[in-house]
């Protein structure tokens, strides 16, 4: 579960460490990118600020529809008592599943926002072999990473895991294309057929 944490802070402090000096300083960020000396004109200007408010509200999105910054400020209704174990609902832990009613959207959320990383990575890597500048770089290391980091908690980190209790296996799992030869000597499917390899 630490790592579904980290991909939404991470995300949403890298979002936030693009955003606020595009909507803060943007003449200042302009005329470090342009290649001329000149001053940035007011639509430069508009749409640096728009961007950067656009980063802004997506690092508050993710980290409130993720549920890592909650929404409500209710308490649980139920009480335990001291020897009693703690209510499912008291935790304060969010779990990345559709069902999980403190985090309804946070399946969906990673998902968009992780597609929105791998293509920044894509774009960020067209203008690093482009140009050949060490900050297209890295921004295309950070936003391969979140998306990959994003990816881990799509396909690990959101199934409910079906574990045996019995014997602590994971029950998805299929044989294709290797054979459980243990399982089926185990189970008595392959008695008659002879040495298993």
């Not at 430069?44 to 910054?69: D, K, Q, V």
């Not at 209510?87 to 946070?106: F, L, N, Q, R, V």
């Not at 140009?131 to 391969?144: H, I, K, N, P, Q």
């Not at 029950?171 to 000597?185: C, Q």
């Amino acid at each position: 579960m630490d790592v579904f944490y980290t991909y939404t802070y991470g995300t949403g402090a890298w979002l936030t460490l693009q955003g606020v000096p595009l909507f803060a300083t943007p003449k200042m960020i302009i005329m470090v990118l342009l290649d001329e000396a000149r001053s940035p004109s007011m639509l430069e200007i508009y749409f640096a600020r728009s961007f950067g408010l656009t980063l802004l509200s997506l690092a508050a999105l993710t980290m409130l529809l993720t549920g890592s910054i909650p929404l409500t400020t209710s308490s649980p209704t139920t009480t335990n008592s001291p020897s009693s174990p703690p209510h499912p609902d008291s935790s304060s832990a969010i779990s990345p599943e559709p069902t999980d009613p403190k985090a309804p959207y946070a399946v969906p959320t990673v998902l968009l926002t992780s597609a929105f990383h791998a293509s920044s990575a894509f774009y960020t890597y067209a203008w690093f072999h482009t140009t050949g500048e060490v900050s297209f770089a890295l921004a295309m290391a950070v936003y391969g990473g979140l998306a990959a980091v994003g990816l881990w908690c799509l396909l690990f980190a959101s199934s409910g895991g079906r574990i045996s209790r019995r014997t602590g296996a994971d029950k998805r799992t299929s044989g294709f294309p290797f054979r459980n030869a243990e399982a089926e000597r185990k189970r008595g499917k392959g008695k008659g057929k002879g040495k298993v390899f």
